[in-house]
């Protein structure tokens, strides 16, 4: 891996969001949710984040959702390749394009999703979001003096505020997926 793909062990952001469902957790199936989300359900998940969303496969022939948005003034352009594609736990692994005023910049993105039982008719959906740095990322920082920390705490605003608007806008989509299933058997 080239230091300009390198993962540097620091986070750079993280931010969890949870809420609660009314569907009973045995309803609710993200590996199939998620790959069905389409292009238009996922730009209504976060207005005007979300820009773009669609699926492919990887050359090793991993599922891939392609997903642009801007969180905090900045574009992203993710890669986020299945790890996880289950009823209950979904974890996507991306090498992350992030445009800057002195170019394109890469960091590793993990999105996680999960459902867990509340009761017999509700569930908790949460959303995790993980950012860690390149070195070369870092590199980037030091070069222009800025100190990690100060990337560290405008980043962490721009996720958590990013997170908060999708997580809602993803539990009804998944909430919505299940009724959906449950209206068809």
Same mark, same amino acid.
């Given at each position: 891996?080239?230091?300009?793909?390198?993962? +540097?062990?620091?986070?750079?952001?993280?931010?969890?969001?949870?809420?609660?469902?009314?569907?009973?957790?045995e309803? =609710?199936?993200?590996?199939?949710?998620?790959?069905?989300l389409?292009?238009?359900?996922?730009?209504?998940c /976060?207005?005007?984040?979300?820009?773009a &969303?669609g699926?492919?496969?990887?050359?090793a022939?991993?599922?891939?959702? =392609?997903?642009?948005?801007?969180?905090?003034?900045?574009?992203? =352009?993710?890669?986020?390749?299945?790890?996880?594609?289950?009823?209950?736990? &979904?974890?996507?692994?991306?090498?992350?394009?992030?445009?800057?005023?002195?170019?394109?910049?890469?960091?590793?993105?993990i999105?996680?999703?999960?459902v867990? +039982?509340?009761?017999a008719?509700?569930?908790t959906?949460?959303?995790k979001?993980?950012?860690?740095?390149?070195? /070369?990322?870092v590199?980037?920082?030091?070069?222009?003096? =800025?100190?990690?920390?100060?990337a560290?705490e /405008?980043?962490?605003?721009?996720?958590?505020?990013?997170?908060?608007?999708?997580?809602?806008?993803?539990? +009804?989509?998944?909430?919505?997926?299940?009724?959906?299933?449950?209206?068809?058997?």
């Amino acid at each position: 891996m080239s230091p300009t793909h390198e993962i +540097a062990d620091l986070v750079l952001a993280e931010s969890t969001q949870s809420v609660d469902i009314n569907v009973p957790l045995e309803s =609710i199936d993200l590996g199939t949710w998620l790959p069905q989300l389409t292009d238009t359900e996922y730009q209504a998940c /976060a207005v005007p984040d979300h820009r773009a &969303c669609g699926w492919s496969r990887n050359a090793a022939g991993k599922l891939v959702s =392609i997903n642009v948005e801007v969180v905090g003034g900045v574009l992203l =352009i993710q890669h986020y390749v299945a790890e996880i594609l289950e009823r209950h736990h &979904c974890r996507m692994v991306s090498l992350s394009e992030a445009q800057t005023a002195d170019g394109w910049q890469y960091q590793q993105v993990i999105w996680d999703l999960s459902v867990t +039982a509340l009761d017999a008719d509700r569930s908790t959906f949460t959303n995790k979001i993980l950012s860690r740095p390149t070195r /070369a990322f870092v590199t980037h920082l030091e070069e222009r003096g =800025i100190p990690f920390e100060q990337a560290v705490e /405008a980043r962490k605003q721009a996720v958590e505020q990013h997170n908060a608007l999708e997580a809602p806008s993803y539990a +009804a989509s998944v909430e919505r997926a299940a009724l959906n299933a449950q209206g068809s058997r």
